[in-house]
């Protein structure tokens, strides 16, 4: 039908079949089927929101430019852009309904003009090629109509996440920042093995003996190894049976005597607790841990961020810590090296703690390692970590959670811990409740003797928090 349809708009006059400009009366007028004049207007009702929304999407786009923030334009844009995103597809739905119903119609309309030139009615021919020939244009136009609304979005969103990106650069060199603060005056007081240890770097700090047959007792090492504080691990090792489990292999520097620390860690770990390792067995000139395999994302990684938690979800938090810690502190036993690398939060808040003991065994051993001196309690600079070291380390980083920053922020670390120069929770986090402040103050109190609660009442205070 077509072939013919374009031979009879050939057939008529010079000039008689010239389609209309564009204007939305004239363009109703030339389609004589009801149906088509509707799907007509429904698409060119959209379009003064859509003229709307484009100019606001591009004045957000404009407004980007130089911006370093961590969501520009907040809701109102998210809001903004994503009206315009959804007119647009429901703009090509309509375009498309009026296109398939134009196409379908023009087979009608061939047959008309057929008769209006039997009959000499030259006019009424021109007025149904006019209509199918504008009917064509205006599908022509819509699209590049779509493809304007397309560049706006496109522009708006790469503006969007550049200025983004400047955000993250500029926190990135923060926390870099703070990070080296807290590194330069802790590195002076550290022996060279444990500021080895307290690095963070692509691989490992320490690195365990390469294990013969990708194997370590019973367990299947399979992937690569990772970094781990105290050497090497390899999580998701196979165990047989459907068993799996975070298996870690100490540095050899730290094994003087795989006997003497095996027998640290045994003795280090709680009894019938979470956190204590599925086994335990020397390697060679080295000593193996098998933990129960755990998922979450490290708590280091939240508070890289640099931004503040709301205190209910540090509340929730402390909530699901607390028996942890209680069950290990009543039996006498100790984290020795809490930090929020060895806490992983997972994605329905569950928590883990990681390494607990293994600090302790160390310095039980006659290993003297500090992996994390920013966290760790003033007293464990002259002996062996305690229950009472790790409420310390929970207090700075409950600090941390709460206001995005370290408490010490200086070069002097250990002067700062003892004489507790750190801005009050009131002044570093407004929002915070004054009874999560006074816990946290109390937590990092700098004597053992007056730190508060005491070990083994953390999840008794946590719940008169409400």
């Known amino acids: ?19 209309a400009a564009s204007d939305p009366p004239a363009d109703e007028a030339l389609f004589k089927e009801f149906e088509l004049k509707e799907s007509y207007r429904a698409m060119r009702e959209l379009r003064p929101r859509i003229d709307a929304l484009k100019k606001e999407v591009s004045a957000w786009r404009d407004s980007h430019a130089g911006k370093v923030e961590m969501d520009p334009g907040g809701a109102a844009r998210k809001k903004a852009h994503d ?42 021919a021109n007025k149904i090629v006019q209509a199918g020939l ?46 080296a603060a807290l590194g330069a005056g802790a590195a002076v007081a550290l022996l060279p093995a444990a500021v080895l240890l307290w690095r963070r770097r692509p691989q490992a700090a320490l690195e365990g003996p390469a294990p013969a047959g990708g194997r370590l007792g019973r367990w299947g090492l399979g992937k690569a190894a990772k970094p781990w504080t105290y050497g090497s691990r390899w999580d998701g090792a196979d165990g047989g049976g459907g068993t799996t489990a975070s298996v870690r292999l100490f540095d050899e520097r730290l094994c003087a005597s795989p006997e003497r620390l095996l027998a640290a860690l045994k003795a280090a770990a709680p009894p019938k607790h979470p956190g ?15 933990y129960p395999a755990a998922h979450g994302k490290p708590l280091s990684k939240w508070l890289e961020e640099g931004r503040a938690v709301p205190p209910a979800q540090v509340v929730l938090f402390l909530k699901r810590l607390a028996p942890l810690f ?52 003033p007293e464990t600079e002259a002996g062996a970590p305690a229950p009472a070291a790790d409420l310390y380390s929970l207090g700075v ?35 915070c409740p004054p009874a999560l ?23 008794k205070a946590v719940t008169a928090l409400g």
């Open 1 to 19: 039908m077509r072939p013919l349809f374009l031979a009879l708009t050939l057939a008529l006059p010079s000039g008689a079949a010239k389609p």
């Open 83 to 124: 009206e315009l995103y959804e007119l647009r597809h429901e703009l090509y739905r309509r375009r498309d309904s009026f296109h398939k119903m134009g196409v379908d119609l023009r087979a009608s309309g061939t047959v008309k003009i057929v008769f209006a030139f039997k009959e000499g009615n030259s006019d009424e």
């Open 134 to 179: 504008r009917h064509n244009d205006i599908v022509a136009e819509s699209k590049v109509y779509e493809q304007g609304i397309e560049t706006v979005l496109d522009q708006e969103v790469q503006a969007y996440d550049a200025a983004v990106e400047r955000w993250r650069e500029l926190e990135r060199a923060r926390t870099f920042r703070r990070r």
């Open 276 to 290: 204590s390792p599925l086994e335990a067995f020397a390697a060679g000139t080295s000593v193996v841990l098998a």
């Open 326 to 377: 209680d069950a290990a502190h009543r039996a006498g036993r100790a984290h020795g090296g809490l930090a929020p690398d060895c806490v992983l939060v997972g994605a329905d808040g569950t928590v883990v703690v990681e390494d607990f003991g293994v600090a302790v065994a160390l310095a039980a051993a006659g290993v003297k390692a500090a992996p994390f001196p920013a966290y760790s309690a």
């Open 397 to 431: 980083m409950v600090y941390e959670l709460l206001t995005g920053r370290h408490p010490f922020e200086g070069t002097n670390l250990p002067v700062m811990k003892r004489e507790k120069r750190y801005t009050p929770l009131a002044a570093a986090a407004p929002a």
């Open 437 to 459: 402040g006074a816990l946290v103050d109390g937590l990092l109190e700098p004597e053992p003797a007056h730190r508060r609660p005491r070990p083994g009442g953390l999840e």
